[in-house]
Each structure stands twice: as structure tokens, then as C-alpha cells.
């Protein structure tokens, strides 16, 4: 089954199956944050609560943002459009559109350009894992070998200390661009087809593995599966925190003798330091506003809203194709890798093997770079565990990343008409240079990557969501819009749908834009901004190679005088 | 582990599974659909 658009430039490209463009896009989204960013976060605020919160953000944020995103592509890919940028001419008929719409196609560019650098990571953990490298012994030596692998010591020590990084780098890199060489049916659709069953089936290995773990040291009958599971999803708990740090949870049915040792033994191991005692219950976590911004930032973040690669993906879906049920069944799929699976794996085994305070509060490479190799090593057959859960960790992040470079190249395709092998080779330049400064400005906490994330993997994000909901609600009208999100669909779209996505949707992106604003501007001046008006090159340069690009975006857009004729043919609003 | 984490992990894990099932089905019908179609013109 294979159809065609009949439009003025659309490319003579559509996805085989439903099946096809579905396992992209969850593919799409399925990335890091699966593994590492939401089973520290439920964790830290509470199963129970967070959960309520999540699915609160699922409903009424996730699905609806994600609906207008593919009721946007879709429209775009009718009128001959495959580009966050044309998207925004095509659908508004305006000037001004297509350069902001740009922002759709330089954001995913600049977060594309680290996420090689951490898929080079990914792959040589992978391997490090398979050939005993990682047979340390204690935290420091796992911290070091991180330290001394991707080079975070200073500038350029990745280059030029004896690291086996730059190899899996560029290896990572090749990788993405002979997908995207392959196009969207041979290249993407295909490897998806093959990955996304592969990477849910190590996932559920590695699963398997954790939860079959029981109480790996006797020396430790506390450090068990359990009790990871119950720190991970227990409504109510009593943890201890040292100055603010959770270091230990004291079991829910542990005797007041019990409770008694396992505080003192903390204060014992950390002598003339804070230690408290904080409960968590679900009242308490549902009345704190960080829990809500956190769940609906985690929503967000997870289903790559405003990433530009929906709009792209859903461009190349015919007009009679159920996009509603497809858009559904990608974010329930990215859902069940999230916490279905993730939710059960990371943290139960970090908790049963290291204990709680190796789990909590660690940052999300933290976890998936430290404290997790450690923790493979520590368990039975934890190297051949280890490797394939890197390795499902580099296909997790590979589906992600080709999907995020594929706008740039549907951009330069339409505007400049460039065939796809050239396409490749100038997208290709683009990242490698953007890719090399954010592996070579490694020192001062990776502030390259840091840099590039603040400000294209968040803040545009953000930026870009309120342009798709600006054009929907305002420029296209909601009504075209759910009509379009209905054409050919045979699931019945909710009631009150077009309540939601005026008022509701808008309102809960207002909300944790304002709140991470605030927190970075207000309350505590970010580093990011700080480094910028320091002028620190590995914070400077990222952007200026962004900003150059964006320039050379916006030349694009303006010579391209094939596509603008062709505009002003498809002017009529209902083609 | 108690019994309201268990209950939290189980109606979570429920909800996401059984959601991507459903989802799932309908999509390997519509899938489907034209083929049958195609049988039954012929």
C-alpha cells in the first residue's frame, strides 16, 4: 500500500504503513528521558502523587499538543509542505511566518548536534561493557572512567587524552547520516520498523533481569528489588535527607526500633552535618506546585512536543490516513517504554544493588553514566546485561536523533530543491561542526551541551509549542484545525477537545514556561546567561553557530523563488 | 513495597499498556482494511 500526494512541490515520498510512521514517531520520542530523567523524578516526588500529576499533563497537555502539531504537518504536507518553515508560510499565507518557523528547523539542528556527541557515549559504553572495561571496583573509578571517556576534565581532552570517544562519535554520526542518505520509507521508516521491536525487546531482557535481582547483598537485607520498587512508587514514605540530599528511606513496615538504627547509622556516616527526617504522602505531594511543573515538563519534554519532527513526520501521511489514532498509539507507545518499563528498572536497580542514596537526587547522566554502569557490573552477568542495555540506550537515541535531522533536510529540499545526497552532505556539515564544538568544550560541566540544551532543547521548545498553538488557535482557527485532526480518523476525538486546546493546553504551557523562566532569570540568575555575558567560548561559540545558521536559513528561504510561486498557486484556503 | 505503591505501579502500568493495546488493534485493523476491502471487491 503505498500513496502519493498530488501537490505542487511535495516530494514524490510517503510513508508505507500506518504502522510505519507510527513506530517513527514513538520512535522519535522514546530517547534519554525515558530511561534517565522520569524514574528520578517519580521517585523524588512520590509515585503516587507524581502519577496523578503525569497523566493530568498526559491528557491535558500531551495528546492535545501533540494533535495540533500533527493537524499542522498534515495541512502542510496537503499544500506541498514539509518543513516547520513552509508549515508556518503555507498554513498563514504570511512572510513573517516562515522566518519564525525557521526556529522549527534550527531547534531540533542544534539539539541533533548533542545528541551525536551522547550517542558516541552510548556506543562506547556499549562496547566497554562487552569487552571488561568496565570491570571496576567503587564509585570514584566509575566517576573517573567518565570523567577520562568523554573528556569533561577540560577543553579538548577528549581529543587528546588517549579516549576511544572520538571513535564512537563519528561512528554515531555516519550512522544517522546513511539513515537520512536512505530517505524517509528506505531509511527511517525501515530502520524504525526493525529498531523499535528490538529496542522493546532488550528493554523487557533487561527488566527481567532487575526484577528477578530479589536482595542482592545479604550484607545489605534492605537493598532489595523491593524496596527499590516501593521507593519508586510508594505514595506515602519516610525518607532521610542529609543537607538536603535523599540518602536512605526507612521502610514502611520497620519497627520504631528500626527506624531508630537506620537514623542513627545515617547520622553516623555523616558526622556534624544536617540530617532530617521528611515524610511524602499524597496530600502533600498533590498541594506542591513543583510536583505539577515537573510532571507536565516531563510530558512535554518526553513526546518531543515542539521539536519540529511531528510537523515533518505527519507531512508525509496521506490525506485520508487516521492521523488522531496514529498520533495516540505513539504517545501510548513512548508511555509503556516510560513507565512501564523504565518506571520498573532504573531505579529498582540502583536501589537494590547501591543502595537509595546512589538512586536519588543523581542528574540524569549521572545516573545513566555513573551510577548505572556500576550498578551492571555489580550484578550477576551485569557485563553482557550492561552491554545491551547501552546498546538499547544508542537505538533509543539514534530513532531520536535521525527524526530530529530530517526537518533540515525536508527544509532544504523544498526551499533549495536540493536532492538528498546533497541535502545529507550540507546538513551533515552542519552537525559535525556544531557536533565537534559540543564534544570539544567539554570542561567547566560540559558547557557546550548544558549551553546548546538551555537554550535550543529548551527554551525554544517552548517557544515553538506556543507558535504551533498561536497558529492553530489564532492564525488557522481551531475549527479548521479539528477538522483536519478528524479528516479520515475512526476514533471519535473527545467532546470537549477544542475547550481543551483553546484554554486548558495554552494555560498549562503558560504555567511551566513562566515557572522555568522565572526560576532561571529570577530567583537564581542562570549559569547559562551568565556564561554568555562572560563570553566563555564553549558557551559563546555553540550559539554563534546557530545564529550563523539561522542566517543562512533565512537566505535560504528568501532566494527560494520556486517554492514562493508555487505559494501563491496554493493560496486558496481550502485546497 | 505497599499496598498503595502497589496499587499506584499497577493502575499505571495498566493504564499506558492497555491504552497502547487498544491503539495497537485499531491500527492493525485500519491496516488491514483496505486489503479486505480489496478481497471482497474481487
Redesign the interface.
Known amino acids: 500500500m503505498r500513496s502519493e500526494i498530488k501537490s505542487g512541490t511535495s516530494l514524490p515520498v510517503n510513508w508505507n504503513s500506518q504502522l510505519g510512521v507510527m513506530l517513527a514517531v514513538s520512535g522519535s520520542a522514546v530517547g534519554f528521558g525515558n530511561f534517565l530523567r522520569f524514574p528520578g523524578l517519580a521517585a523524588q516526588f512520590g509515585g503516587g502523587a507524581f502519577m496523578i500529576a503525569y497523566f493530568c499533563a498526559f491528557v491535558f497537555l500531551g495528546v492535545p499538543l501533540c494533535w495540533v502539531e500533527w493537524a499542522i504537518g498534515r495541512r502542510s504536507g496537503i499544500l506541498g509542505g514539509h518543513s516547520c518553515a513552509s508549515a508556518f508560510m503555507l498554513i498563514s499565507h504570511s512572510t513573517v511566518w516562515k522566518y519564525l518557523g525557521i526556529a522549527g528547523v534550527l531547534a531540533p539542528l542544534g539539539i541533533g548536534m548533542y545528541y551525536m556527541y551522547l550517542e558516541g557515549w552510548t556506543l562506547g559504553y556499549c562496547y566497554s561493557m562487552a569487552t571488561g572495561a568496565l570491570n571496576l571496583h567503587g564509585s570514584a573509578a566509575f566517576a573517573n572512567f567518565f570523567t577520562h571517556f568523554t573528556g569533561s576534565a577540560a577543553d579538548g581532552a577528549a581529543y587528546s587524552g588517549g579516549s576511544s570517544l572520538p571513535i564512537f562519535f563519528f561512528l554515531a554520526i555516519a550512522v544517522n547520516l546513511v539513515v537520512l542518505y536512505r530517505g524517509v520509507t528506505k531509511g527511517i521508516e525501515w530502520f524504525c520498523k526493525r529498531s523499535m521491536p528490538l529496542l522493546l525487546l532488550t528493554a523487557l531482557i533487561v527488566l527481567v533481569r532487575v526484577l528477578t535481582l530479589g536482595t542482592p547483598n545479604p550484607e545489605f537485607p534492605h537493598r532489595s528489588v523491593d524496596q527499590g520498587l516501593g521507593y519508586m512508587w510508594n505514595p506515602s514514605k519516610t525518607v532521610l535527607l542529609v543537607e538536603d540530599r535523599t540518602v536512605e528511606m526507612v521502610p514502611a513496615n520497620a519497627t520504631p526500633q528500626e527506624k531508630g538504627a537506620i537514623l542513627q547509622k545515617v547520622m553516623d556516616d555523616n558526622p556534624g552535618r544536617d540530617v532530617r527526617c521528611e515524610e511524602i504522602s499524597l496530600i502533600k505531594g498533590l498541594m506542591n506546585p513543583e510536583l505539577w511543573i515537573a510532571a507536565a515538563g516531563q510530558i512535554f519534554f518526553s513526546l518531543s512536543i515542539g521539536f519540529g519532527t511531528v510537523l515533518t513526520y505527519a507531512s508525509y501521511v496521506a490525506r485520508r490516513k487516521d492521523i488522531a489514532l496514529v498520533s495516540l498509539t505513539a504517545n501510548a507507545a513512548n508511555e509503556v517504554v516510560e513507565v512501564g518499563i523504565a518506571g520498573m528498572m532504573i531505579v529498582p536497580a540502583a536501589v537494590s544493588l547501591l543502595g537509595v542514596a546512589a538512586a536519588a537526587g543523581a542528574s540524569t547522566f549521572g545516573l545513566g553514566f555513573t551510577v548505572l554502569p556500576e550498578v551492571f557490573m555489580a550484578m550477576p552477568g551485569g557485563q553482557f546485561f550492561g552491554a545491551l542495555f547501552f546498546a538499547l540506550l544508542f537505538l533509543a537515541a539514534v530513532t531520536s536523533s535521525i527524526s530530529i535531522l530530517q526537518p533540515s533536510m525536508a527544509f532544504l529540499e523544498e526551499f533549495w530543491h536540493l536532492r538528498r545526497s546533497q541535502s545529507v552532505v550540507v546538513v551533515g556539515m552542519l552537525i559535525i561542526v556544531g557536533a565537534f564544538s559540543v564534544s570539544w568544550y567539554t570542561g567547566n560541566g560540559m558547557i557546550a551541551l548544558n549551553t546548546l540544551d538551555f537554550w535550543m532543547g529548551t527554551m525554544c521548545l517552548y517557544l515553538i509549542s506556543a507558535l504551533y498553538l498561536t497558529l492553530f488557535l489564532g492564525v488557522w482557527g481551531t475549527s479548521n484545525g479539528l477538522r483536519e485532526l478528524s479528516r479520515g480518523s475512526r476514533i471519535p476525538l473527545p467532546r470537549g477537545l477544542g475547550f481543551v486546546i483553546k484554554w486548558v493546553t495554552p494555560s498549562i504551557l503558560l504555567v511551566i514556561f513562566c515557572s522555568w523562566l522565572y526560576n532561571n532569570m529570577f530567583v537564581t540568575t542562570s549559569e547559562h546567561i551568565l556564561n554568555i555575558a562572560r563570553g566563555c567560548p564553549g558557551a559563546v561559540f555553540p550559539l554563534a553557530w546557530m545564529v550563523a545558521i539561522y542566517v543562512f536559513m533565512a537566505f535560504v528561504v528568501h532566494t527560494s523563488r520556486k517554492f514562493h510561486k508555487i505559494v501563491k498557486k496554493q493560496s486558496s484556503p481550502e485546497l | 513495597?505497599?499496598i498503595?505503591?502497589?496499587i499506584?505501579?499497577l493502575?499505571?502500568?495498566g493504564?499506558?499498556?492497555t491504552?497502547?493495546i487498544v491503539?495497537?488493534i485499531?491500527?492493525?485493523k485500519?491496516?488491514n482494511l483496505?486489503?479486505r476491502e480489496k478481497i471482497s471487491k474481487s
Do not use: A, D, K, N
Open positions: 513495597m505497599t498503595p505503591g502497589i499506584t505501579m493502575l499505571s502500568i493504564f499506558v499498556w491504552l497502547l491503539c495497537f485499531r491500527l492493525i485500519q491496516e483496505p486489503q
